[in-house]
């Protein structure tokens, strides 16, 4: 009995820790994958070639905020997701930090005839545009975000709310209204 029961640990010892006696390699100087690799490779692009593609698509003109948040972003990317059907086609610009994670800001955009319905247990306040329309702030676990809706769109301003005391609604809503500004360029990154 004790010999099965040793060579049983032996076993297990041989198997959990390797015929090397338990050294463990490994690369001290393993990096991460660039963000500008990272996002390419899951279907994002430049805004410019995202916006085009979205455009073409709807036979629409996107109009895009030229204001965003005040705080330090390493990287935009832009994605248009073309699904079966129209009903989850949308388009996506995203702003990211590989310095800050919590700089993360995001802007989604689709037709309102296939809007995102918005539930009002989640509304936390009601701004008025510029324009008159109106803009539902809602906070969820992670995220803060700003819906409202312009020219057939549907857009939907998001920030991660370690941040909101950085980019609060309101500085949503004038980010929200920069789309009214009068510019010749279609989106703030040209």
């Given at each position: 009995m004790k010999k099965s029961f040793f060579f049983l640990m032996l076993l297990f010892s041989i198997l959990i820790c390797g015929i090397n006696n338990g050294t463990v390699y490994a690369i001290t100087n393993d990096k991460p994958q660039p963000l500008e690799e990272i996002y390419p490779e899951i279907g994002y692009k430049t805004v410019e070639e995202a916006v085009k593609e979205f455009e073409q698509h709807f036979k629409q003109d996107l109009k895009l905020p030229l204001r965003i948040p005040p705080i330090n972003f390493t990287h935009y990317f832009g994605?248009?997701?073309?699904?079966?059907?129209?009903?989850?086609?949308?388009?996506?610009?995203?702003?990211?930090?590989?310095?800050?994670?919590?700089?993360?800001?995001?802007?989604?955009?689709?037709?309102?005839?296939?809007?995102?319905?918005?539930?009002?247990?989640?509304?936390?306040?009601?701004?008025?545009?510029?324009?008159?329309?109106?803009?539902?702030?809602?906070?969820?676990?992670?995220?803060?975000?700003?819906?409202?809706?312009?020219?057939?769109?549907?857009?939907?301003?998001?920030?991660?709310k370690r941040i909101s005391d950085k980019v609060t609604p309101e500085v949503l809503v004038e980010i929200a209204n920069s789309i009214d500004y009068p510019s010749e360029k279609k989106n703030p990154l040209q």
């Open positions: 994605r248009f997701s073309d699904l079966d059907g129209d009903i989850n086609d949308s388009f996506e610009l995203k702003f990211i930090s590989d310095e800050s994670p919590e700089n993360h800001y995001k802007i989604n955009v689709r037709p309102v005839n296939h809007k995102i319905p918005i539930k009002d247990k989640y509304i936390f306040k009601v701004f008025k545009l510029k324009n008159g329309n109106e803009a539902k702030y809602m906070e969820y676990k992670s995220f803060g975000a700003l819906v409202f809706e312009r020219d057939n769109w549907q857009y939907i301003l998001s920030i991660d």
